[in-house]
Structure formats: C-alpha cells, structure tokens
Nanobody, 123 residues
C-alpha cells in the first residue's frame, strides 16, 4: 500500500485546511484503518486522529478534539483530516498511516506510512 498525503500549506491562525491521504497499490481492505500523526521540529511524533475503514469509528488526540475531524471515502480509498481553528502550535509535518486491522489501529501499530505534508500556521 502506498499513501500519498496532500493538502498542507500556509494558513493564518483561526483558518482551516483539509488534508487528504490517498491509498494506492494493494486494495485497501475494509479491515484497515487510517491514522494521522504530526511532528514539529525537535518534538516527538504526536497522534492526531484515526478512523476505522469499515465502521468509521474515530479517535482523536486530546488537543485536536473539537477542532479536527477525520473522515474517509471508501470508494476513493482516501482519508481526510479537516482542521479548523488552526493555531500556530499546529505547525508540523502531518503524516498519514495505515494499519491492516482495527486492533492494530487502536494499539497504534501502523504498517504503512505516507511521506508527510507541511502545515504552517501564521499568527
């Protein structure tokens, strides 16, 4: 499975961005799940959100709840991360990843990673 993240860019504080993660190659099974992570300079990678592909169950990092929404389009094998009310501290490289089972998704065990897309929020 190859993952292609896109949609990053420069936005003012309070603005919005929608990231996309397109999966290709091997068929994206309904048992899979997709997650988003971010990493800011000199900081550890941080969990942002995750979604199961079959039921669409969602999980969020504490600082993203209420501002970020994860979704997926099964027909397009694409996941999305809608980010609203962006803050300067949201600046990071955002990565999407795929887990081959919901159990692995919940445990944070991902099998495939995308290349990342830069999000910059100006104050």
């Amino acid at each position: 499975v190859q993952l292609q993240a896109s949609g990053g860019g420069l936005v003012q504080a309070g603005g919005s961005l929608r990231l996309s993660c397109a999966a290709s190659g091997r068929a994206f099974s309904s048992s899979y799940g997709m997650g988003w992570f971010r990493q800011a300079p000199e900081k550890e990678r941080e969990f942002v959100a995750a979604i199961t592909w079959s039921y669409g169950s969602t999980y969020y990092g504490d600082s993203m709840k209420g501002r970020f929404t994860i979704s997926r389009d099964n027909a397009k094998n694409t996941g999305y991360l809608q980010m609203n009310s962006l803050k300067p501290e949201d600046k990071a490289v955002y990565y999407c990843a795929a887990a081959t089972t919901s159990s692995k998704l919940i445990r944070g065990l991902y099998d495939y990673w995308g290349q990342g897309t830069q999000v910059t929020v100006s104050s």
